[in-house]
């Protein structure tokens, strides 16, 4: 089915370690985005990237990098993961036209001990 | 920065009943606005996707309306049924920038 897919669906870290989010779709979207939902705060944007070759910094970008790997992919690293950043990490992807919303991968469950 | 809220944060109700979920938002200058809904455990699935220029917009027994100048949008849910147990979240998109602001949802229980 067509949509957005997003690897691993669980994980645990250790504090300090390191890991990618790898974040795919396939629906020629040009723009994709990374939130994250912590509970009673809703979904908090970490990063986007309207096109291809482009990132942006959202609302809490602080220890996290991101790469537009190509027009499919976009990937989330946490190079030294703390405790703050467990949380469930949304992948996001938006078509080229204006009028168009999100469609949302299903998530990754991550925790950091 | 826009502030979105969602009143109330939870609602439980018998199977069949009509329901009005609420979404208020602080800037008017919206592009569009979103509602979604989100399974225990799951991604988000969109359910209606309303413009500026738009009043409302239906999908079933959905009907989502918009009124900018008041800053609120509702979600109208008809006959409810236990499937519709969820949590339901609006997202706005300004007219600058790139990004949504989500609320942080109404949890909704239909009891059979």
């Known amino acids: 089915n067509a949509g957005v897919t997003q690897t691993p669906k669980f994980q645990v870290l250790k504090t300090g370690q390191s890991m990618t989010l790898q974040c795919a779709q396939d629906?020629?979207?040009?723009?994709m985005y990374w939130y994250r939902q912590d509970p009673g705060m809703g979904l908090r944007l970490i990063y986007y990237?309207?096109?291809?070759?482009?990132?942006d910094k959202g609302e809490v970008p602080n220890g996290y990098n991101v790469s537009r790997l190509n027009k499919r992919e976009f990937s989330l690293r946490l190079e030294s993961a703390a405790p703050s950043q467990t949380s469930v990490y949304f992948c996001?992807?938006?078509?080229?036209?204006?009028?168009?919303?999100?469609?949302f991968g299903s998530g990754t469950r991550l925790t950091v001990v | 920065k826009q502030e979105v809220t969602q009143i109330p944060a939870a609602l439980s109700v018998p199977e069949g009943e009509n329901l009005v979920l609420n979404c208020s938002f602080t800037?008017?200058?919206?592009?569009?606005l979103q509602w979604f809904r989100q399974d225990p455990g799951k991604g988000l699935t969109s359910l209606l996707l309303?413009?500026?220029?738009?009043r409302e917009q239906t999908s079933g027994r959905l009907n989502a309306s918009l009124d900018k100048s008041s800053g609120r949008s509702t979600l109208y849910i008809a006959a409810s049924q236990p499937g519709d147990s969820a949590t339901y979240l609006c997202?706005?998109?300004?007219?600058?920038?790139?990004?949504?602001?989500f609320g942080t949802g109404t949890s909704l229980t239909v009891i059979p």
């Open positions: 800037d008017s200058a919206i592009y569009n």
């Open positions: 996001a992807s938006r078509g080229q036209e204006q009028d168009y919303g999100y469609t």
């Open positions: 997202a706005v998109r300004l007219n600058t920038g790139n990004q949504f602001y």
């Open positions: 990237s309207a096109s291809e070759g482009t990132t």
């Open positions: 309303i413009q500026s220029s738009q």
């Open positions: 629906m020629n979207h040009n723009s």
